[in-house]
């Protein structure tokens, strides 16, 4: 390796682009590429880089896996950053076994940060805490140990373990002061600044007040009876019943869990689930059928019952029930969660995070784009969206992750 190719991969490690590009501008041998795609990434090109990138390993050849696995890896999280979340993730894994079994350790397990930053992403917790459990973070540069401590603090907070997340973000700070990397410092605050931004809503009795996430994981813990409009699921303790493939069970439980210890009228129930603006026989009826549908869901929780102009819940001795909702009440909040985060998101690559059909997310992203909360930009299968800063509009408290069970 020449003197200028080192001195470009210095640069690009401490963080400056500008000074590995004033050496390698100019060159188109395989090492230059590499390098020029990356500093390239750094400065937000990601089309250009990935060009770059995918020049660089070919040209690089069979003969040279190292150098070619480290494209890849590049390559991974240039689609990481840009929401290409169907990016084949077979690929990273065979390259990160070509750099461990080359002795490569550090590159190895930045990949493994790669493909555990996706699962994060994904919501699939479970496996990327068996993957970071496998990884030792005390050998990485400052950098790295930054990012590693960003992921644990990023599945802290989805697991809604605040303590656990301050200790992860403070470790990473401190890193990224070590590595002297002001992009990085930046993401780490603002990683931090979830903690410290409202991340949800408490209805109680007809009033409504923002909760921080660590206010969110008290109410969690208590003994309160929670009507969880985030995820749609009633809670009490360890006790959850799901209500996400009931929409007119959970409306009728939210309007009544908002309205505790008072009653909701039946045409008041038939509006917030029906969406009718008149109640004739037919949705009495049907009320009286979906009710007692409730009852039974939420036997163990609370009860339902008539009153003299609708229902009501009534919870267990000296028990509270609350609502607990999204900062902005939206119809589409999951999708507005996931677009918070100011990335390019492609249609696909949010039903995969969100678990959904892309036709679905899709009629989202149209009914967004006509209220003016989303745009696009792009055509094909380069087309992106993104969304305006949402002010307390949080992703941590919606992200496609099941809420802790106790």
């Not at 990224?176 to 410290?196: D, N």
């Not at 094909?380 to 969206?385: K, L, S």
Request: net charge positive; charged share 25%; glycine share 6%.
């Amino acid at each position: 390796m020449d003197s200028l190719i080192t001195a470009a991969a210095r640069a690009l490690a401490a963080g400056d682009p500008f000074g590995a590009l004033n050496r390698v501008a100019l060159r188109d041998d395989a090492p230059a590429l590499a390098l020029r795609g990356i500093a390239m990434a750094q400065l937000g090109d990601l089309d250009r880089a990935k060009a770059l990138l995918r020049r660089a390993a070919r040209g690089f050849g069979p003969k040279e896996p190292v150098a070619r696995a480290r494209c890849v890896v590049a390559e991974a999280e240039i689609a990481l950053v840009s929401r290409d979340l169907g990016w084949p993730d077979k690929a990273l894994e065979v390259a990160r076994t070509v750099l461990e079994q080359h002795g490569e350790r550090l590159n190895g397990a930045h990949a493994r940060h790669l493909e555990i930053r996706r699962l994060v992403l994904i919501g699939r917790l479970d496996a990327a805490e068996r993957a970071l459990a496998e990884l030792d973070p005390t050998p990485l540069p400052p950098a790295w140990r930054a990012a590693h401590e960003l992921v644990v603090a990023g599945i802290a907070i989805r697991r809604l373990r605040t303590q656990a997340a301050r200790q992860a973000l403070a470790r990473a700070d401190g890193a990224a002061r070590q590595a002297g990397i002001p992009a990085l410092a930046a993401e780490v605050a603002a990683a931090a600044s979830v903690l410290s931004t409202p991340a949800a809503r408490l209805i109680a009795q007809g009033q409504a007040r923002p909760l921080l996430l660590d206010e969110v994981e008290g109410l969690l813990a208590s003994d309160v009876i929670v009507v969880d409009a985030c995820r749609h699921v009633v809670r009490a303790g360890r006790t959850v019943v799901s209500l996400a493939t009931r929409p007119v069970l959970f409306a009728l439980a939210r309007a009544l869990g908002e309205a505790w210890p008072g009653d909701v009228s039946r045409g008041a129930l038939v509006a917030r689930a029906f969406r009718a603006k008149e109640a004739d026989e037919s949705h009495r009826a049907r009320l009286r059928v979906e009710v007692g549908r409730l009852r039974a869901e939420l036997r163990d929780l609370v009860e339902v019952h008539a009153t003299e102009h609708g229902f009501a819940l009534a919870a267990p001795a000296r028990r509270r029930i609350v609502v607990l909702a999204p900062p902005v009440d939206d119809e589409h909040a999951a999708v507005l969660a996931l677009l918070a985060d100011g990335e390019a998101w492609s249609s696909s690559a949010l039903a995969l995070a969100l678990g959904a059909s892309q036709r679905t997310v899709q009629r989202a992203l149209d009914a967004l784009s006509a209220a003016g909360k989303a745009q696009a930009f792009g055509r094909g299968p380069a087309r992106r969206w993104m969304a305006p800063p949402l002010p307390g509009f949080p992703t941590s408290l919606l992200l496609p992750a099941p809420l802790p069970a106790g």
